[in-house]
C-alpha cells in the first residue's frame, strides 16, 4: 500500500486483519468522539443493520422458493456472526496508528499568541488497567482559537509539568514561531519573594505575561456567601463583574443606536432607553461589545465598596437572611486583594480579534472574538471527558481516542478561525494534501481555498503520562 501513491491508495474500501476485513466506512463512524459514540453503540447499529438485510434477503428466498411446487431448495443459511466490540476497537486502534505521523504532525503544528493553562480531573477517572489511579490531573494548553497546544496527565495539580513547559517552549524555538505574549492560569499567577510558578516554568519566554483567570478569581469570591441559592447572590456576582470591567463607550453607542434603528422600523412608537436596553441580549453583549479592566486602584475600590454593601443590612433577604458571611468574606478579601493586579488586561495589546461585520437597523456593527481567560478550556474539558467513549479504557486506547479527539477538534477551531464553517468536513490531511497538489498542477490553483497543510511534526512527544513522575511508555506514546 505504501508503493502506491494517494490516487489508487484510496481506493481501497477496507482496512485488513488478519480474519477479517472492517469497511473504511465503519471505521469513520468511530472517529467521531461525542457522547453516547462507542463502539458498543456502533456494534448494536451495525447488528440491525445485518440483520434486517438478513432478513430481508431470507423473505426474497422463501418468496421464490412458495411459487415451485413441491419446494426442493435447501434451507437458507444462517446470519453470520459479527466481531464483537473489542474487535472493532482493536480496528480503530490499528487506524489511528496507521495515521499516527499525519495526526502528530497535525497537533504538533498548532501555535499561539495568548496561552491559556487549566486542569481537569474528570477525564482522568477513565483510566482502566495497568493505568488505573495513576493519574489524577488533566492539564491542558490552548490558544487564543480554542484550539488545544498540549495535554498531559500528572499525579497532583502542577506538579510534574516542568518537562510540558520545556517540550511546549522547545516546539516554538525549532519552529521559528515568535513567543507568546500572554498566558492565562487559574493558579500560580504570582509570588510575593519571586517569580511566579508559571513564570519559572516558561522561563525562555522573557517577555510573558502571566494572568489569573477572572471567572476563577469571581468564584473564589463565591465562597464567601451563606448559600448561592440565596436570592441576592445573582446580584452581587453582577455586580462583582462590573466592578471588574469596563464596556467600550464606542461599541455601547453603536449597538444602541443598531436598535433604535430596528424599533424605528417596526414603528413602535416613541423609543425610551430603557426599552433599547431591554432589547439587547447577552449574546449580543458578547458578540459586539469589547470590555476591559478598570485598573488597579479602581478595581481595589469598587470590590471593597461592594462587598461592604453586601456586608450590611443590604446584603439581607425578607427573611434577614445574610447573604455574606462576615468573617469568610473579610478573610477572602484580605487573600485575593494581592490578585486584583493579576486579573488586569496586559497594557497595549489586543484582546480581541476581529471576526466580520454584522448589519442590524442600518448600523454596521463589528463582530469579535475574546482571547482573554481559560474559559474556552473549561468548555473543553467538557468535550475532552465524551472523546473516551464509556466509562474507562486501557492506557493505550486512551491515547488513541485522546490522539484522535484532539486532531478532530483543533481542526474544527481552525475551520471557525478562518473563515466560518465549511462544507467539506474532512480532516485526513493526507488525502487533502494530494487533492491541493494535484489540484495546483491540474488546474493551476488550489481545490479548497480554506486548506492549510500541517506543519512538520516537531518530534515533540505530545500526550505524556506523568505516574508519580515516570513516563509510563504505552503503545501509542511518541
Given at each position: ?5 494517494m490516487?489508487?491508495r484510496?481506493?481501497?474500501p477496507a ?6 476485513s472492517?469497511?473504511?466506512?465503519v471505521l ?15 456494534y448494536?447499529?451495525l447488528m ?20 415451485v ?9 444462517l446470519?453470520?456472526?459479527?466481531p ?16 499516527l ?5 497535525k497537533?504538533?503544528s ?16 477513565k483510566?482502566?488497567?495497568?493505568a488505573?489511579?495513576t ?13 488545544v497546544?498540549?495535554s498531559?496527565?500528572t ?13 511546549l517552549?522547545?516546539r516554538?524555538?525549532?519552529a521559528g514561531?515568535?513567543?507568546p ?9 504570582c509570588?510575593?519573594?519571586?517569580q511566579s510558578r ?10 510573558l ?7 476563577h478569581f469571581m ?6 456567601v ?10 452581587f456576582?453582577?455586580r462583582l463583574?462590573m466592578c ?6 464606542e461599541?455601547?453607542?453603536a449597538?444602541?443606536r ?7 422600523a417596526?414603528?413602535?412608537g416613541h ?5 433599547v436596553?431591554?432589547?439587547i441580549t ?17 478595581t ?9 454593601q453586601?456586608?450590611s443590612?443590604?446584603?439581607k433577604?425578607?427573611?434577614?437572611v445574610?447573604l455574606?458571611?462576615h468573617?469568610r468574606?473579610q ?6 486583594r494581592?490578585?486584583?493586579q ?5 497594557e497595549?495589546f489586543?484582546?480581541?480579534?476581529k471576526?466580520?461585520?454584522l ?5 454596521e456593527l463589528?463582530c469579535?472574538?475574546c ?10 474539558h ?7 467513549p464509556g466509562?474507562?479504557?486501557?492506557d493505550?486506547?486512551f491515547q488513541a481516542y ?9 481542526d474544527?477551531?481552525?475551520?471557525d478561525?478562518?473563515k466560518g464553517?465549511?462544507?467539506?468536513r ?7 494534501e494530494?487533492?491541493d ?11 479548497d481555498e ?13 500526550i ?15
Amino acid at each position: 500500500m505504501r508503493q502506491l501513491d494517494m490516487g489508487h491508495r484510496s481506493q481501497f474500501p477496507a482496512l485488513l486483519t488478519y480474519r477479517y476485513s472492517c469497511d473504511n466506512r465503519v471505521l469513520r463512524m468511530m472517529r467521531e468522539r461525542t457522547l453516547g459514540n462507542s463502539v458498543t453503540q456502533l456494534y448494536k447499529k451495525l447488528m440491525e443493520q445485518h440483520s434486517e438485510a438478513w432478513t430481508q434477503r431470507v423473505l426474497q428466498y422463501l418468496t421464490r422458493s412458495s411459487l415451485v411446487q413441491p419446494p426442493v431448495f435447501a434451507e437458507p443459511p444462517l446470519l453470520p456472526a459479527l466481531p464483537k466490540p473489542k474487535w472493532l476497537l482493536a480496528v480503530y486502534a490499528r487506524d489511528v496508528l496507521g495515521r499516527l505521523h499525519e495526526v502528530k504532525a497535525k497537533i504538533t503544528s498548532v501555535f499561539g499568541c495568548v496561552l491559556k493553562m487549566d486542569s481537569t480531573k474528570k477525564v482522568t477517572k477513565k483510566l482502566a488497567g495497568a493505568a488505573s489511579g495513576t493519574a489524577a490531573w488533566c492539564t491542558n494548553v490552548g490558544n487564543e482559537h480554542g484550539q488545544v497546544l498540549v495535554s498531559v496527565l500528572t499525579a497532583a495539580e502542577g506538579h510534574g509539568l516542568d518537562p510540558m513547559a520545556a517540550g511546549l517552549m522547545k516546539r516554538y524555538r525549532e519552529a521559528g514561531e515568535e513567543a507568546p505574549k500572554v498566558m492565562y492560569v487559574d493558579r500560580d499567577c504570582c509570588s510575593q519573594h519571586s517569580q511566579s510558578r508559571v513564570k519559572t516554568m516558561f522561563s525562555e519566554w522573557d517577555e510573558l505575561v502571566v494572568r489569573l483567570d477572572i471567572w476563577h478569581f469571581m468564584r473564589r469570591f463565591a465562597a464567601g456567601v451563606t448559600t448561592e441559592a440565596h436570592p441576592l447572590y445573582g446580584i452581587f456576582m453582577a455586580r462583582l463583574s462590573m466592578c471588574i470591567f469596563q464596556w467600550d463607550p464606542e461599541d455601547v453607542a453603536a449597538l444602541r443606536r443598531a436598535k433604535e434603528g430596528e424599533l424605528a422600523a417596526k414603528k413602535t412608537g416613541h423609543i425610551s432607553g430603557r426599552a433599547v436596553s431591554a432589547r439587547i441580549t447577552r449574546r449580543e453583549l458578547a458578540l459586539h461589545y469589547r470590555r476591559r479592566t478598570r485598573g488597579l486602584e479602581e478595581t481595589t475600590k469598587t470590590i471593597g465598596s461592594l462587598i461592604d454593601q453586601f456586608d450590611s443590612a443590604d446584603g439581607k433577604d425578607t427573611l434577614g437572611v445574610p447573604l455574606l458571611d462576615h468573617e469568610r468574606i473579610q478573610q477572602i478579601w484580605k487573600e485575593q486583594r494581592k490578585h486584583v493586579q493579576c486579573i488586569q488586561d496586559p497594557e497595549n495589546f489586543p484582546l480581541y480579534m476581529k471576526t466580520g461585520t454584522l448589519k442590524k437597523g442600518g448600523v454596521e456593527l463589528c463582530c469579535y472574538r475574546c482571547a482573554r481567560g481559560s474559559t474556552s478550556l473549561e468548555s473543553f474539558h467538557l468535550h475532552l471527558n465524551r472523546f473516551i467513549p464509556g466509562t474507562s479504557a486501557s492506557d493505550a486506547h486512551f491515547q488513541a481516542y485522546l490522539l484522535e479527539g484532539l486532531m478532530r477538534w483543533n481542526d474544527d477551531r481552525m475551520e471557525d478561525a478562518i473563515k466560518g464553517a465549511s462544507s467539506i468536513r474532512s480532516f485526513g490531511s493526507a488525502m487533502r494534501e494530494a487533492v491541493d497538489q494535484l489540484s495546483r498542477t491540474v488546474f493551476g490553483k488550489p481545490w479548497d481555498e480554506r486548506y492549510r497543510p500541517p506543519g512538520a511534526y516537531t518530534g515533540k512527544k505530545f500526550i505524556h503520562l506523568f505516574f508519580c513522575n515516570i513516563l509510563l511508555n504505552c503503545l501509542f506514546s511518541l
